[in-house]
């Protein structure tokens, strides 16, 4: 007992780091979702060069959920990890600078975020394909057109389409944010990993990382509910 | 970029691949025959349905890396302290990371496979099990020959998802020394000095494995989803 609270504020910073290593992956899983599914609803429309650069977004996008639905989290990550360093040396070396270490957290949310992005991609385009097409029309009817009627029409329907699609990969992502500690990111993993071994006892700080873990999990499925019941409570 | 070292030591992948492939197929064996009952028990609300749903509670909620350092580093150096257990007869398997990737990986896989199959047995329809009843089948009958069967099939798209999560999930093998796939990747990694090569051979050799499950997935939904219709 006395060494979890010896290591807990230490645990704790883990914990912190995890957390934001998670939102931050999220939030790029977002962008990139969306602008997935957007390239891949698109009808190609205006003049042919503004057709071709749709068609070649749709393609690009298709490309990259195929791709990215195939690569383990933790081989992508290396490949960023060790990418980015030789990117870095490459550009640093240019510049006529001292060798500059790739961030691993930086690694990592692109890894995790790459990832995640193709399957919000799948997410997304769902939700939109199961917003009505009447109500498009409804709003405007109603005199409501691009932004107002995205805003105050189509983009809450989406919402609650695509939450529990989205709950669930958030989840998932949460878990994988795990695997950063095999390129030795100090995240919760990592830490308790090391001070486990170090004190002879990996089972009760493995245990701990168990109950933090489920606490994350728990208490985002809780506020996804909620989020959920919110979202849907237009409907019966 | 030196991928003729990757293709000079071709056979160290091969045998990655091998030792993914069985690790993998050998987990989800052993996870479903955990499942079925499972399932069946939770959907059926049998008295053990408290007690497996926080298995799957606790194993869904955790990520693999740490389940796998939980039992490997955990049961290896925390019990290794008792005589008792070094005795004992399963001593050798609890040292050996193949054992304990296998144990692990298994009940990674029975607790996710558990809540397919419960949500595949509660969805069934009810006229299906009228229909078997009306027959004159026995409720063992029924169980054996048209619930669990129906149940089964329409698990299949998502227990293909399962099976790609569980592949990609057995990278922690490597992590534990284990010389699958990602393990000689490091090893390569270590042995020849060239990092990049290794790992992008391995992120091929992982979507080719993906795209092979997906389309033995596919045919099989072909044919024992033909019934619904669904096939273009």
Redesign the interface.
């Known amino acids: 007992m006395q060494k979890l609270l010896d290591y807990g504020p230490l645990l704790l910073g883990g914990a912190v780091t995890t957390i934001c290593l998670a939102v931050l992956s999220l939030l790029l899983a977002t962008l990139l979702g969306g602008w997935g599914a957007r390239a891949k609803l698109l009808r190609p429309r205006g003049d042919p060069l503004n057709k071709g650069l749709i068609r070649l977004q749709a393609r690009v996008a298709t490309a990259y959920t195929t791709?990215a639905?195939?690569?383990?989290?933790?081989?992508?990550m290396?490949?960023l990890y060790?990418?980015g360093q030789?990117a870095l040396n490459w550009v640093t070396e240019l510049a006529g600078l001292d060798t500059l270490e790739f961030s691993k957290f930086l690694a990592g949310t692109l890894a995790i975020g790459l990832l995640y992005g193709a399957y919000l991609t799948e997410t997304f385009r769902g939700a939109w394909l199961a917003v009505a097409k009447g109500q498009g029309e409804a709003a405007e009817a109603l005199g409501l057109r691009g932004l107002r009627a995205f805003r105050l029409v189509l983009f809450p329907q989406f919402v609650r389409h695509a939450l529990p699609g989205y709950g669930n990969v958030w989840q998932v992502l949460v878990?994988?944010?795990?695997?950063v500690?095999?390129i030795g990111l100090e995240d919760l993993?990592g830490l308790a990993?090391d001070v486990?071994?170090s004190q002879?006892?990996?089972?009760?700080f493995?245990?701990v990382?168990?109950v933090v873990?489920?606490g994350i999990?728990?208490v985002s499925g809780w506020g996804f509910n909620r989020l959920e019941r919110y979202y849907s409570r237009g409907m019966r | 970029m030196r991928f003729d070292l990757v293709f000079e030591h071709w056979d160290l992948f091969a045998r990655g691949v091998v030792t993914t492939l069985e690790l993998v197929a050998l987990s989800l064996a052993v996870g479903f025959c955990i499942a079925l009952p499972c399932g069946l028990a939770l959907a059926r609300g049998h008295r053990s349905a408290r007690l497996i749903r926080a298995y799957v509670y606790v194993f869904r909620g955790t990520p693999l890396l740490v389940q796998t350092y939980l039992f490997y580093y955990g049961l290896g150096v925390t019990l290794g302290q008792y005589d008792w257990v070094r005795d004992s007869l399963f001593w050798p398997f609890l040292r050996d990371a193949w054992w304990i990737a296998l144990l692990v990986f298994s009940l990674n896989s029975g607790a996710y496979a558990t809540e397919i199959i419960r949500g595949a047995v509660i969805t069934i329809p009810r006229g299906e099990l009228e229909a078997a009843r009306a027959l004159g089948l026995s409720d063992r009958q029924v169980d054996f020959l048209v619930l669990i069967p129906s149940a089964l099939r329409r698990a299949l798209p998502q227990y293909g998802n399962e099976v790609v999560f569980m592949l990609h999930g057995s990278v922690v093998a490597g992590v534990i020394t284990i010389q699958d796939i990602f393990g000689v990747t490091q090893t390569f990694r270590a042995r020849y000095y060239v990092a990049y090569e290794g790992f992008l051979t391995a992120a091929a050799l992982y979507m080719a494995i993906t795209f092979v499950i997906v389309l033995i997935f596919r045919q099989l939904e072909k044919r024992y989803l033909a019934h619904l219709g669904l096939s273009r």
């Open positions: 791709l639905r195939g690569i383990p989290d933790l081989v992508l290396l490949i060790f990418g030789r878990k994988s944010t795990a695997v500690s095999v993993v990993n486990g071994k002879r006892d990996p089972f009760l493995m245990l990382v168990i873990y489920l999990t728990s």
